[in-house]
């Protein structure tokens, strides 16, 4: 079970040096009418100048913001190589974590040769003993069958709580399974292939390699065939499934699960199962398989779990099927930014602190403030104005409102790593492997705590933002407070158009399809009134089905279930930090600036940050996994529905994105 975050963007870490201040028509293409084509008129100039790169399956302007992130981060990590750490300290950890990924002379002498203790471990494996060898390889090698996890307690916010979730698969969406068209079956025939070749790169024969293929795809396939769809799965309701011991132990008996959880060293008495189909699914197979065919299984997951960590062979056939094949990359990413990677990763607040303290101007801070508590006043204003909402719940909706948390820029209180150790003389593969298992144990210490609401749910360094409804918070990382979201330096319209909006948008998370199931102390329950429930799902649903007309690529129409929660986060975020920026004075005194108006640079600085380009299988991979839209779908099929948009551009019938006012699916 992973932390619920409902974010802005999918998006890594990074963060970049300054941009244009405010709009720049560079990067616009006025040869496009903004009633027409408003994604390609505000961001057109953008994507012309910036190609999509060959390591990219989509290049935007958070990929732009982490490209400079990187370079910055590369200066900070070689200025730490400059000085002699004394061993334990982060510098040490940071150093020699990016040494070991950069030494690919060590990488590719040692080839697959750091996995054979795992690979024996795995081939020892005996079905008498399914609990204790299950129990010792979800502390260090991935999810076969299932996965543990401690997080929140959705229905008890201030308590940590033991998830089981289903077991991890290849394919990132049970439907690259289940579908039966020929792109589809291309796609499945290339998984079963790449398992083949890391398996021979591991040194299995090609006769053992294929029948360990078939084994692990006919399992995923029967999983994908019992997986929520993700759609689906926006309902917590359907996520929350608690069993006692004794209920599990009769439900799914081939595991022993008092022996299981004492084995990984945790006292439980009940769990929340996440997916009861896929768990039957597990129970049989771990039931009915051969030993031999679990065997095969484990020997899998312990070389798919290595392969980013071992020779350039076993790396480059993966890029080959998750770059190249699933996401359409050219070429793999250099290796200093994957390198650069890992300790981000694995030491991520320990290298934001790093960070934080040589790149982020702290004054952005108070603004921040400024503009946070503008939003709420606008928010507090749409809620009170609602039509489908009754009167006690906006009463309850403002309470929740204002017991929000903000979080901005990087934590009060910074992580401990000095349980993980580094130890250079290893491989690459046993540190990684060490920090697993330090991360994971770090993980099940939290059981039966109360949760701790200091944590962040991202490092400082990440381009992104996030509402947690069990905390009731938002955040605002330092990566994210920077041009073209937001600047110290630019126009009122800029910033409320970038970072207003994304303010916004976090702060009606806590209202849209999934928000709403949590009350002000983030516990799930239901605190809507039946009616108020039924007339925003009649407008969600309108909305929902807009987007479900557009087509993205090929036949593949958007998924407008799917990324409801999102497209409605967009549109609040627009509503109300645009209510927002109409009291600022630049507003007020309605002067146009570089050509365009106020309401028009609003609307300007909002369709920039989302200027994109991508490829086919990019698009495709995120329509079917992925809670957000594409960026031109943020834009275009989002702003159809706001009035105040059209009339900034003075759009009207006969325009392309025009939509009559009695289609417009408006919730806030």
């Known amino acids: 079970m992973k932390r619920i975050l409902l974010t802005f963007a999918v998006m890594a870490s990074l963060l970049a040096t300054a941009q244009n201040v405010g709009v720049n028509r560079a990067d616009m293409d006025l040869s496009v009418k903004p009633g027409d084509d408003f994604f390609q008129y505000a961001g057109g ?58 030494d690919s002379v060590r990488l590719n002498r040692e080839g697959a040769a750091p996995l054979k203790a795992d690979l024996d471990f795995a081939k020892s494996f005996k079905k008498a003993n399914l609990t204790d060898f299950l129990a010792k390889t979800h502390l260090t090698l991935g999810n076969p069958y299932f996965g543990i996890g401690v997080e929140t307690d959705l229905k008890n916010s201030d308590m940590n709580a033991m998830w089981l979730s289903a077991g991890s698969s290849g394919l990132p969406d049970r439907d690259y399974y289940l579908n039966t068209d020929a792109d589809s ?4 025939e290339a998984y079963r292939q790449y398992i083949v070749k890391e398996m021979m790169l591991a040194g299995a024969s090609k006769k053992e390699a294929q029948r360990i293929a078939k084994t692990v795809y006919d399992m995923e396939y029967q999983f994908a065939q019992a997986k ?65 065919q679990m065997k095969d299984y484990f020997t899998w997951m312990t070389v798919r779990q290595g392969v980013s960590y071992l020779s350039d062979a076993m790396g480059d056939a993966s890029f080959e099927f998750y770059g190249r094949t699933l996401s359409g990359q050219k070429e793999r990413q250099a290796r200093w930014k994957r390198a650069q990677g890992i300790p981000n990763s694995l030491l991520g607040e320990a290298v934001g602190e790093l960070y934080v303290e040589k790149y982020f101007a702290h004054g952005s801070k108070e603004k921040m403030l400024k503009l946070i508590t503008n939003l709420r006043k606008s928010l507090a204003a749409h809620i009170a104005s609602l039509t489908w909402m009754s009167d006690t719940t906006k009463v309850n909706a403002l309470v929740k409102l204002n017991s929000f948390t903000v979080k901005i820029g990087y934590p009060d209180r910074w992580r401990d790593y000095s349980g993980l150790q580094v130890d250079p003389a290893l491989s690459l593969y046993e540190n990684i492997k060490a920090a697993t298992i330090f991360e994971t144990r770090r993980n099940l210490d939290k059981m039966g705590k109360p949760v701790d609401k200091e944590e962040w749910g991202m490092t400082p360094q990440t381009v992104n933002a996030y509402y947690n409804p069990t905390t009731n918070e938002i955040c605002f990382p330092a990566a994210i407070l920077q041009p073209p979201f937001f600047d110290v330096n630019a126009d009122d319209a800029t910033n409320y158009g970038a970072i207003g909006v994304v303010i916004g948008h976090e702060m009606t998370h806590g209202f849209d399809d999934q928000g709403r199931m949590f009350d002000q102390a983030g516990n799930m329950t239901d605190w809507w009134t039946p009616g108020d429930a039924e007339r925003f799902k009649n407008a969600a649903e309108r909305l929902a089905a807009q987007f479900d007309k557009i087509i993205v690529v090929k036949d593949l129409h958007a998924d407008g279930h799917l990324t409801l929660g999102e497209n409605i986060a967009d549109q609040g975020g627009l509503r109300i930090s645009y209510d927002a920026f109409r009291q600022t004075q630049q507003f007020k005194d309605g002067k146009t600036l570089d050509g365009f108006t106020p309401a028009q640079r609003f609307y300007l600085s909002y369709g920039r940050i989302w200027a994109e380009n991508r490829t086919d299988e990019a698009t495709y991979q995120q329509t079917k996994s992925d809670p957000h839209s594409i960026g031109r779908n943020r834009v275009n099929a989002t702003l159809r529905n706001i009035d105040t948009f059209f009339e900034a551009f003075g759009i009207k019938p006969g325009d392309k994105l025009w939509l009559d006012p009695a289609e417009r699916a408006i919730i806030w």
């Not at 990219?56 to 370079?71: P, T």
């Not at 004394?86 to 990924?101: E, M, S």
């Not at 079956?185 to 499945?188: E, R």
């Open 45 to 102: 100039g953008w994507m012309k100048a910036n190609p999509l790169k060959p390591e990219y399956s989509s290049y935007g302007v958070f990929n732009d913001l982490a490209e400079n992130n990187r370079k910055q981060l590369r200066e900070l990590f070689d200025d730490l190589a400059k000085t002699k750490h004394a061993r334990g300290t982060v510098g040490q950890k940071v150093t020699d974590l990016y040494n070991l990924a950069m």
């Open 185 to 188: 079956k291309k796609i499945q």
């Open 228 to 292: 929520m769809s993700r759609a689906e799965a926006r309902d917590y309701n359907k996520l929350y499934n608690v069993r006692t011991l004794e209920q599990l132990q009769a439900d799914y008996p081939a595991v022993n699960w008092k022996r299981y959880f004492e084995q990984v060293g945790v006292k439980v008495e009940w769990v929340i199962l996440e997916q009861p189909r896929v768990m039957e699914v597990a129970q049989r197979l771990m039931a009915t398989q051969t030993e031999q």
